[in-house]
């Protein structure tokens, strides 16, 4: 079984606290050991870290872009090797895994080439006045199990662009591609910029509460988001959240099925449905409430589901047993209550976290199934007969990160889109995201961006210059 390292302060070293195993969810039995940091390592890396600013921000905007694109070119070449590092601790299939590096490569090169305007206010000839924006100072970067790897990168690379200092902290479910991508780029930047430690316990929470940390970019759980913000009042903490979601889509009347189902699998089901922003609730007229639910049940029985290192696997594990259970969970209070499960809704009696892909029909807003976030492969598909009332319900959640409408009146379909209550509304597609265009969450599903401008400014502070000319006399 291989060991990791963290990484603090430029040297690789064992965690203090020894170990812990780190289970492959394909088969639900360990497969490497992480090291369990201490608090104590948590305290030498914030001050690594804080240490390390005054050389980071000395470099030119130019040397720290060169920094960064020297990281993607080794991500690019250790591609294959981290790909299936990812399936390994995450289970999701390879060829999703090599997605999650290419979309790692992608988000890098265009963190290195991004630029932090300054504006130009006013300028007379008695006075100038601009504004600017500094680097927060020590970013801590709190990343989920579901995409260990590119969430990273999405945290650490405009944090880093920007001229601050970081300490990672992945989930203890997924540690080992971030150590990785750590150790990647800790080869191109001064000793301390970079930093990552691991455990199994207490370190978020050690976080949070930490003088040395400037700013939390955290992606999870709303309720773990609401504790990193009541434990960040300390000191102030700058806090970027991304938190759950519950998105809604709303399919249009007279859309046609065989137009979007492909589509609409795609997004519900992305990375086995473990995806802030997969489609979550599905709301169909009444009409063709029951053509869409037997296309997509049709797409899931042709669904492999499997080991993700396996040839011809579509379809992996979920990554803990948790999760499972709650997925379990929600597919058998749904049936509890009437709802007619049309394909899966059994775990898989194998091995690892294994369920397949499932599509409930027959449940309604006020069943847990709809109401809470699954974050799994199980989507509702519930009826509707008038799209104000769809609407309505789609909107009723306290959740709002993401939404879509479908139909092929695209004019229509956005005017309903932009009645949504959500950070990003969709139309005729849904997760979709890109490096250039903000993302985040309103309501319980966090505030804050991330990507674009918007999303390195996130990792700034602004700072006004006032200058006024020298009086002459
Ligand atoms: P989680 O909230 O359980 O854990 C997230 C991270 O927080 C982990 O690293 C965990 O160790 C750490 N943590 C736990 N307790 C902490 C504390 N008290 N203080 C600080 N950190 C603490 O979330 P998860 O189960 O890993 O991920 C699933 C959730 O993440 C889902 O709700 C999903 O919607 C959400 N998510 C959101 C986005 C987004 O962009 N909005 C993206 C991915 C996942």
Redesign the pocket.
């Known amino acids: 079984m291989r060991d990791h390292e963290l990484v603090i302060g430029g040297d690789s070293v064992p965690g203090d606290d020894g170990h812990f195993a780190v289970i492959d969810p394909a088969s639900g039995q360990a497969f490497a050991r992480c090291p369990a940091g201490s608090p104590a390592q948590l305290d030498r890396a914030v001050d690594a870290a804080r240490a390390a600013c005054g050389e980071w921000q000395a470099l030119s905007h130019a040397q720290r872009c060169e920094a960064l694109t020297r990281v993607a070119d080794d991500i690019e070449r250790e591609a294959d090797e981290l790909a299936r590092l990812i399936v390994r601790e995450q289970g999701k299939p390879l060829a999703l895994a090599q997605s999650e590096i290419a979309g790692g490569v992608a988000w890098t090169r265009y963190a290195a080439g991004q630029e932090i305007p300054v504006e130009w206010i006013e300028e007379t000839p008695t006075q100038r006045i601009e504004l600017h924006h500094r680097p927060v100072g020590v970013v801590a970067s ?6 260990p790897f590119m ?1 990273a990168v ?1 945290h650490i690379m405009p944090a880093l662009r920007a001229g601050n200092c970081v300490v990672s ?5 997924t540690p080992l591609s971030t150590i990785r991508l750590v150790e990647i780029i800790a080869r191109h930047v001064p000793r301390g910029v970079i930093n990552v430690v691991t455990g199994q316990q207490g ?3 050690a ?2 509460g930490h003088p040395g940390i400037d700013k ?1 970019v ?8 609401q ?2 913000m009541r ?1 960040s009042a300390g000191n102030l903490k700058r806090l970027t ?5 519950n998105d809604a889509a709303i399919v249009l009347p007279e859309t046609p099925v065989a137009a979007v189902a492909e589509e609409i699998f795609q997004a519900a089901f992305l990375n086995m449905g ?4 997969a489609l979550k609730r599905l709301y169909v007229h009444e009409s063709q409430y029951r053509e869409f639910a037997e296309a997509l049940a049709d797409i899931a029985r042709r669904q492999v589901v499997g080991d993700g290192l396996e040839a011809g696997v579509t379809f992996g594990p979920v990554q803990n047993a948790d ?1 499972l259970a709650l997925v379990s969970e929600l597919v058998d209070d749904a049936r509890a209550q009437g709802a007619e499960v049309l394909c899966g809704g059994e775990r898989l009696d194998r091995p690892g976290f294994f369920y397949p892909p499932t599509i409930v029909t027959g449940v309604s807003d006020g069943q847990r199934l709809v109401d809470e ?1 699954q ?1 799994g492969p199980v989507l509702p598909v519930i009826a509707y007969s008038d799209v104000e009332d769809a609407l309505r319900r789609a909107n009723a959640s306290s959740m709002g ?1 993401g939404g879509s409408v479908w139909g092929s009146d695209e004019v229509r379909a956005q005017a309903v889109a932009s009645r949504l209550e959500s950070g990003v509304a969709w139309v005729n597609c849904h997760a979709q995201i890109q490096p250039n265009t903000p ?3 309103c309501k319980m ?2 505030f804050g961006v ?1 990507f674009g401008l918007q999303g390195l400014l996130e990792f700034t502070t602004p700072q006004l210059h006032y200058v006024r000319t020298f009086p002459t006399k």
């Open positions: 709190i990343t989920p199990w579901n995409w969430i999405w902290k992945p989930s203890s479910l370190l978020g929470s976080i949070t939390i955290f992606t999870g759980s709303t309720e773990t988001g504790r990193v434990a959240l991304e938190l759950g979601g473990q995806t802030c922003s999760q976030e974050f990160l993302f985040g969450g599903s966090g991330e």
